[in-house]
Structures are given as C-alpha cells and as structure tokens.
C-alpha cells in the first residue's frame, strides 16, 4: 500500500467513524464520545515506587515486557483532539484541544491480567475530567510534516504548564519511516481513584514505531524533554528513560462506558 492508498484509508475511517456515530453500541456499553486525534506516546522506564505512589492498593506496577513498547512502565500519551462528537454526533460541549495523559500498567493477584491506569491528566479548562485525576493547565502544540528529495520529516513542539506550576515540554524532529494503518484496536483504561470505574476505546490508527531502545531501534532524528512539575517529581526524578516514541498522525476513537 502506497503512502497516499494509507491517508485515504485513514480519511475513509475518520468520516466512517463520525457518520455512525449513533450506531447503537456493543450490548452493555454506552457510546460517551467519537474523536478524530493527532498523538504522540512517550513510552518512559521509571523507578516503580514513583509508578506505586499513583496506583490503587493492592496493584503494583508492571514493565511490559514486549509490544511496541516494550521496557517501559510509564506512558506519556501527547494528544490534540482536532474534532470530538458527543453521543449523538452532535459537537461536544468543551472546545477540542491538546492533552496530555499519564498512563500506568499495575498487577494484583487477586485480579487476572494486566490492568491500564490513567493515572493523570492535564487539559486546557473547562475539565472534562472523567477519571477524577485531571488538572487545569495550559497547552501550546506546534506540529509540521514536511515532504522533499530527503524524504518525510516530522516535527512536534509541546508545552504543558498545569496552573499549579511547572511544565512538561517535549521537541521531536525526526525521519519518517514510514505509517501502518491498524483497525479493530480496544483497551480498557481504569481510573485509580475511582473505584471500578473504566471507559472502553475502540480505535483506528495510522502510527510508526519511532524509536525503541530496548529493540534496538533507534530515531532518526532528535528528540528531548524536560518535566519539573512537582506533582509528578517521583516519576521524573533524573533516573528515567525514554525507552520508545511512537507518532500516531490520526487516532479515531470511540469512547464507550460499561
């Protein structure tokens, strides 16, 4: 499949995706929302008692040990929401924009499998807030895909400053090797708070590994970070590493509650 078969694969999907939006959902699911996104996934080894401090009792953190992201226990998930439909494909109440996400694997023994937490967010107010860990901050996003003899390059620019101080930014310039078009994605993210509660994603995406160290992949190009917020200084003590990037040009999601 030619690079332009992929983005009108990808631009079928995302006009599918918001057409059936009233499509009734799964038996025992609610359709919350529909988004069409841009993302980057900062995959993170960080020290495991810094990962504990943000999970429920009884979980202890995990480093999974295969997939895409493999080697890594913390995920920094960069996200612009370019269009969000409520459940009947109407405009959502909140503006779309920017977010930024911290997601965590836990185990407990009394519980099968591997669970997803989201253990923080932050997102330009009003809060939408639906895993009770979120915090108001402010988001600046630059992105830029170029195209010459060299070939694709892409470039992102994020800054995240929560209003309770600090900030998270992130610069990544790199060589496109090249998208694959996955459908039929799902995952089941918990909220560490709240308890038992959890939202079901169903997802189509167009995304490259970029880097992974544990693969022995490397990214060709650069990138950096910086993260001084206070709220998250046992994740980022100086200890952590960048272990994978992964660019997801376009996500299409359906959010779903049990």
Same mark, same amino acid.
């Given at each position: 499949?030619?690079? /332009?078969?992929?983005? /009108?694969? =990808?631009?079928?999907?995302?006009?599918?995706?918001?057409?059936?939006?009233?499509?009734?959902?799964?038996? $025992?699911?609610?359709?919350?929302?529909?988004?069409?996104?841009?993302?980057? *996934?900062?995959?993170?080894?960080?020290?495991?008692?810094?990962?504990?401090?943000? %999970?429920?009792? #009884?979980?202890?953190?995990?480093?999974?040990?295969?997939?895409?992201?493999?080697?890594?226990? %913390?995920?920094?998930?960069? @996200?612009?929401?370019?269009?969000?439909?409520?459940?009947?494909?109407?405009?959502?109440? =909140? !503006?779309?924009?920017?977010?930024? !996400?911290?997601?965590?694997?836990?185990?407990?023994?009394?519980?099968?499998?591997?669970?997803?937490?989201?253990?923080?967010?932050?997102?330009?107010?009003?809060?939408?807030?639906?895993?009770?860990?979120?915090?108001?901050?402010?988001?600046?996003?630059? +992105?830029?895909?170029?195209?010459?003899?060299?070939?694709?390059?892409?470039?992102?620019?994020?800054?995240?400053?929560?209003?309770?101080?600090?900030? @998270?930014?992130?610069? *990544?310039?790199?060589?496109?090797?090249?998208? #694959?078009?996955?459908?039929?994605?799902?995952?089941?993210?918990?909220?560490?708070?709240?308890?038992? @509660?959890?939202?079901?994603?169903?997802?189509?995406?167009? !995304?490259?590994?970029?880097?992974?160290?544990?693969? $022995?992949?490397? %990214? =060709?190009?650069?990138?950096?970070?910086? +993260?001084?917020?206070?709220?998250?200084?046992? *994740?980022?003590?100086?200890?952590?590493? %960048?272990?994978?990037?992964?660019?997801?040009?376009?996500?299409?999601?359906?959010? *779903?509650?049990?």
């Amino acid at each position: 499949m030619t690079r /332009k078969q992929v983005w /009108k694969a =990808a631009l079928g999907a995302a006009v599918s995706g918001i057409a059936l939006f009233a499509a009734t959902a799964a038996m $025992g699911q609610t359709l919350v929302q529909t988004t069409v996104e841009n993302r980057v *996934l900062l995959a993170f080894k960080v020290a495991d008692a810094g990962v504990q401090e943000m %999970l429920p009792e #009884g979980w202890a953190p995990l480093t999974l040990p295969k997939g895409p992201v493999a080697g890594s226990n %913390l995920i920094v998930s960069l @996200f612009d929401k370019l269009l969000s439909l409520d459940a009947e494909g109407k405009p959502a109440d =909140a !503006a779309p924009s920017p977010v930024m !996400a911290l997601v965590a694997y836990g185990i407990n023994p009394e519980v099968e499998g591997v669970r997803t937490f989201v253990t923080g967010i932050y997102e330009v107010p009003p809060l939408v807030d639906p895993y009770g860990v979120s915090q108001a901050a402010a988001i600046a996003r630059k +992105a830029t895909m170029t195209y010459d003899a060299d070939g694709r390059f892409l470039a992102e620019d994020w800054a995240i400053k929560p209003e309770s101080g600090g900030a @998270f930014t992130l610069a *990544l310039d790199y060589r496109v090797g090249g998208y #694959g078009w996955s459908v039929g994605g799902t995952s089941e993210p918990f909220s560490p708070v709240v308890e038992g @509660f959890h939202q079901i994603y169903r997802y189509d995406q167009l !995304a490259e590994l970029a880097m992974n160290t544990t693969m $022995g992949k490397a %990214l =060709a190009g650069d990138v950096s970070y910086t +993260a001084d917020i206070p709220a998250l200084a046992g *994740l980022f003590d100086g200890s952590e590493a %960048l272990v994978a990037v992964v660019s997801i040009p376009v996500y299409v999601r359906e959010v *779903l509650e049990p």
